[in-house]
């Protein structure tokens, strides 16, 4: 079964970043689907690597996934790692598991060793964004809570990413949790994202506060660059590390576990490589003791159904994310999307991914840049007058 067309879509959702999905056929008449994790306004890169990559696939088989992967990145990438190259290779890889599937005429997770579990358990993320107070936080909480989630995540930080932050802004962020523990109840999940943003003391402070309010976990306390800072923050705290985000290679993750960096990683799906890279990731986080929550700021088409098999295969599975705020889009795209109830996504049934997409709908919504992003009303409420307006921080 030979590749006989690679094409690249993208898909604009009205919210957060175009999603880029990759389609490819073979010469039997069976397609499958990909998707890239891509960022905001730098979608466009990791769309001219697939299209670079493109003519290296045709003519190959689609079932030698692994021996693929191993020859671009040998003789495209020159072994050298770069999220954008996996970014690109993931979505291929994806495609061809998918293809793999529907040859099979079975679903993913049980070609990959079958079923750990019945149904995937998510959180809401994405619900937040617009949000400028601590009152309007909580409206939108508890929107979630009202659409049957049991779990969701949010930066409770204010403003722009910086290193160091005034004390003011510490306290903003544990009263910002304090009242959406307050509202939601004990019983609801709160999954606390650090995005990297400030230096371990300001994150081990910030994560001592908050844990009288049962916090799940804490997201990305320090840059992951220096996993010595994650370790550091992890050994000042009783609250769950998670890293990951930001790592894409085995290599990385080892560091992380010969560090103790983090009680939980979350590698994407759509950029550490697919399908396979996540399952050896996985297994080089279980002798550790280490549990996995996959990033999946993606579709909640593609990108979410193989997480959702990936998930429902590995045994060190703990909760996986979900955009809800791309979900009306998709679910306008989707030809038979993924079904979410009381927080679980139902396993799919259908061969490959169980998912498909309408190229009508996907092609009436087609790339369109998102607005820069305006600081000004952050600076009028936190004053700091030792910066400078930057051009990538607001819309002059």
Same mark, same amino acid.
């Given at each position: 079964?030979?590749?006989?067309? !690679?094409?690249?879509?993208?898909?604009?959702?009205?919210?957060?970043?175009?999603?880029?999905?990759?389609?490819?056929?073979?010469?039997?008449?069976?397609?499958? #689907? &990909?998707?890239?994790?891509?960022?905001?306004?730098?979608?466009?890169?990791?769309?001219?690597?697939?299209?670079?990559?493109?003519?290296?696939?045709?003519?190959?088989?689609?079932?030698?996934?692994?021996?693929?992967?191993?020859?671009?990145?040998?003789?495209?990438?020159?072994?050298?790692?770069?999220?954008?190259?996996?970014?690109? #290779?993931?979505?291929?890889?994806?495609?061809?598991?998918?293809?793999?599937?529907?040859?099979?005429?079975?679903?993913?997770?049980?070609?990959?060793?079958? %079923?750990?579990?019945?149904?995937?358990?998510?959180?809401?993320? &994405?619900?937040?964004?617009?949000?400028?107070?601590?009152?309007?936080?909580?409206?939108?909480?508890?929107?979630?809570?009202?659409?049957?989630?049991?779990?969701?995540?949010?930066?409770?930080?204010?403003?722009? #990413?910086?290193?160091?932050?005034?004390?003011?802004?510490?306290?903003?962020?544990?009263?910002?949790?304090?009242?959406?523990?307050?509202?939601?109840?004990?019983?609801?999940?709160?999954?606390?994202?650090?995005?990297?943003?400030?230096?371990?003391?300001?994150?081990?402070?910030?994560?001592?506060?908050?844990?009288?309010?049962?916090?799940?976990?804490?997201?990305?306390?320090?840059?992951?660059?220096?996993?010595?800072?994650?370790?550091?923050?992890?050994?000042?705290?009783?609250?769950?590390?998670?890293? &990951?985000?930001?790592?894409?290679?085995?290599?990385?993750?080892?560091?992380?576990?010969?560090?103790?960096?983090?009680?939980?990683?979350?590698?994407?799906?759509?950029? !550490?490589?697919?399908?396979?890279?996540? $399952?050896?990731?996985?297994?080089?986080?279980?002798?550790?003791?280490?549990?996995?929550?996959?990033?999946?700021?993606?579709?909640?088409?593609? &990108?979410?159904?193989?997480?959702?098999?990936?998930?429902?295969?590995?045994?060190?599975?703990?909760?996986?994310?979900?955009?809800?705020?791309?979900?009306?889009?998709?679910?306008?795209?989707?030809?038979?999307?993924?079904?979410?109830?009381?927080?679980?996504?139902?396993?799919?049934?259908?061969?490959?991914?169980?998912?498909? $997409?309408?190229?009508?709908?996907?092609?009436?919504?087609?790339?369109?840049?998102?607005?820069?992003?305006?600081?000004?009303?952050?600076?009028?409420?936190?004053?700091?007058?030792?910066?400078? #307006?930057?051009? %990538?921080?607001?819309?002059?």
């Amino acid at each position: 079964m030979k590749i006989v067309r !690679v094409e690249t879509f993208f898909y604009h959702p009205g919210s957060g970043k175009n999603l880029l999905f990759v389609r490819i056929e073979t010469d039997e008449g069976i397609h499958g #689907w &990909g998707e890239s994790y891509v960022s905001v306004k730098k979608e466009k890169v990791v769309d001219q690597y697939l299209r670079a990559i493109a003519p290296y696939l045709v003519g190959r088989s689609a079932f030698n996934i692994r021996h693929l992967g191993q020859v671009l990145f040998d003789d495209f990438a020159i072994r050298r790692s770069s999220v954008d190259f996996l970014c690109a #290779w993931s979505a291929i890889e994806i495609a061809l598991w998918d293809i793999v599937g529907k040859k099979a005429n079975l679903p993913l997770y049980n070609i990959l060793g079958g %079923a750990s579990r019945e149904a995937v358990r998510v959180y809401a993320n &994405g619900w937040w964004y617009g949000v400028d107070s601590i009152d309007s936080t909580v409206k939108k909480a508890l929107e979630v809570k009202e659409m049957g989630f049991t779990a969701l995540k949010w930066d409770p930080f204010p403003g722009p #990413w910086r290193t160091f932050i005034s004390q003011q802004e510490e306290d903003y962020a544990v009263d910002n949790v304090r009242a959406v523990r307050e509202a939601l109840g004990p019983d609801f999940d709160l999954l606390i994202d650090a995005h990297r943003r400030v230096a371990p003391y300001h994150s081990a402070r910030v994560a001592r506060r908050l844990e009288e309010f049962g916090i799940y976990c804490y997201e990305e306390p320090c840059l992951s660059d220096n996993l010595d800072l994650v370790a550091e923050v992890r050994n000042q705290i009783s609250t769950p590390v998670v890293t &990951g985000e930001t790592l894409y290679t085995k290599e990385d993750f080892k560091r992380v576990f010969e560090k103790r960096a983090a009680d939980i990683i979350n590698p994407d799906i759509c950029a !550490v490589g697919g399908i396979g890279a996540m $399952l050896d990731i996985a297994a080089l986080a279980q002798p550790h003791a280490v549990a996995v929550s996959p990033h999946n700021y993606n579709s909640t088409i593609v &990108g979410l159904a193989a997480t959702v098999h990936f998930s429902a295969v590995i045994p060190n599975f703990t909760i996986a994310e979900l955009f809800i705020n791309l979900l009306p889009a998709c679910d306008e795209l989707a030809v038979n999307p993924l079904k979410i109830k009381d927080g679980y996504i139902e396993l799919p049934t259908g061969p490959g991914l169980g998912v498909d $997409l309408d190229k009508d709908v996907l092609l009436s919504r087609p790339y369109k840049d998102f607005p820069h992003k305006d600081m000004r009303q952050y600076w009028e409420e936190f004053p700091r007058k030792n910066y400078v #307006w930057g051009v %990538a921080n607001v819309t002059r």
